[in-house]
C-alpha cells in the first residue's frame, strides 16, 4: 500500500472513531424546571443540567432561545402558550400540589390561620404576580375573602424558594408556598393547613422543547418523569399525581 493510501486509511478511522465516540456521548440535557421540583427532578434524573426557577421566567427564556431541551413547569398556563406558539411539544401533566400557609418555627407574629395574616403589623412574602406561586396566592386568597391580607406583603419573589427562604430566615412571619416546599426546610417553618375550598388547582406539566438538539433523549426524559418510578419518587416528595 502507497504511503498515500495509509494517510487516507488512517484519516478514516479517525473519523470513524470521532463519530463513534460522538454518537454514545451526548452529553446532558438542558432541563428548565419550575424551582418547587429542585429536590426530586435530580434524584428521577441524575446527571442533567438543570435550571430551576420561577416557570415564568423560565418560559421567557425559552421564547429567547435559551437552550433547553426539556421544560416543566408549575402551571399549564406557561407550557400551553409554549405550544400554542410552537416551541413545544404537546405538554403532558405529571404532578399536582397542594398550598400551605407557613411560619417561622417560633411563630412570633402567633398565626394560626389565614385571617391572622391580614392582622396590621404582619410581614408577609408571597410569590410576584405571573409566578404560579404568586398566582395560586391571589386566587386562593380571593376565594377566602381575605385578600386584605395583601396590604402585608412586605416581598413578592420570584419563586417559590424565595418565599420558604424568607420565612425560615425570620425574616417574614408567613408566606404561602406548596405542601412539597416544607420537608426541605426541616425544622425551620411549620405548615399550617388551608381550606379545603380555598385549594387552587395546581398541576404541573412537561414538554420537550422543539428547538433541542437530543429530541430523543429529551423524550427518554419526560418518559421518565411520567413512568413508575418518577411517579414513586415524586409522591415519595409530597406530590400528587395526576
Given at each position: 500500500m502507497t504511503r498515500l493510501a495509509l494517510l487516507g486509511a488512517a484519516v478514516l478511522l479517525l473519523l470513524s472513531a470521532c463519530r463513534a465516540g460522538g454518537s454514545s456521548s451526548a452529553g446532558p440535557l438542558n432541563v428548565l424546571a419550575a424551582s418547587s421540583l429542585t429536590e426530586v427532578f435530580p434524584k428521577i434524573v441524575p446527571g442533567q443540567r438543570y435550571d430551576f426557577a420561577g416557570s415564568d421566567d423560565l418560559?421567557?427564556?425559552?421564547?429567547?432561545?435559551?437552550?433547553?431541551?426539556?421544560?416543566?413547569?408549575?402551571?399549564?398556563?406557561?407550557?400551553?402558550?409554549?405550544?400554542?406558539?410552537?416551541?413545544?411539544?404537546?405538554?403532558?401533566?405529571?404532578?399536582?400540589?397542594?398550598?400551605?400557609?407557613?411560619?417561622?418555627?417560633?411563630?412570633?407574629?402567633?398565626?394560626?390561620?389565614?385571617?391572622?395574616?391580614?392582622?396590621?403589623?404582619?410581614?408577609?412574602?408571597?410569590?410576584?404576580?405571573?409566578?404560579?406561586?404568586?398566582?395560586?396566592?391571589?386566587?386562593?386568597?380571593?376565594?377566602?375573602?381575605?385578600?386584605?391580607?395583601?396590604?402585608?406583603?412586605?416581598?413578592?419573589?420570584?419563586?417559590?424558594?424565595?418565599?420558604?427562604?424568607?420565612?425560615?430566615?425570620?425574616?417574614?412571619?408567613?408566606?404561602?408556598?406548596?405542601?412539597?416546599?416544607?420537608?426541605?426546610?426541616?425544622?425551620?417553618?411549620?405548615?399550617?393547613?388551608?381550606?379545603?375550598r380555598a385549594q387552587a388547582k395546581v398541576e404541573y406539566e412537561i414538554a420537550v422543547v422543539k428547538a433541542s438538539k437530543s429530541p430523543e433523549a429529551a423524550k427518554l426524559f419526560v418518559d421518565r418523569v411520567l413512568g413508575p418510578k418518577g411517579q414513586a419518587l415524586l409522591k415519595q416528595a409530597g406530590f400528587g399525581l395526576p
Open positions: 418560559a421567557t427564556q425559552i421564547e429567547q432561545g435559551a437552550p433547553a431541551d426539556v421544560y416543566a413547569a408549575a402551571s399549564p398556563k406557561y407550557p400551553d402558550e409554549l405550544y400554542a406558539k410552537g416551541l413545544v411539544e404537546p405538554p403532558k401533566v405529571f404532578a399536582t400540589n397542594r398550598l400551605v400557609l407557613i411560619v417561622p418555627s417560633a411563630n412570633p407574629a402567633k398565626i394560626e390561620s389565614v385571617a391572622d395574616v391580614a392582622r396590621p403589623g404582619v410581614k408577609l412574602v408571597i410569590g410576584a404576580e405571573g409566578v404560579p406561586i404568586g398566582d395560586y396566592t391571589r386566587t386562593m386568597l380571593a376565594t377566602l375573602g381575605e385578600t386584605a391580607a395583601l396590604a402585608n406583603v412586605v416581598s413578592n419573589e420570584t419563586d417559590v424558594k424565595g418565599v420558604v427562604s424568607k420565612v425560615a430566615l425570620g425574616e417574614a412571619d408567613a408566606g404561602f408556598v406548596y405542601v412539597t416546599d416544607v420537608k426541605p426546610v426541616g425544622g425551620k417553618v411549620r405548615a399550617i393547613p388551608l381550606p379545603g
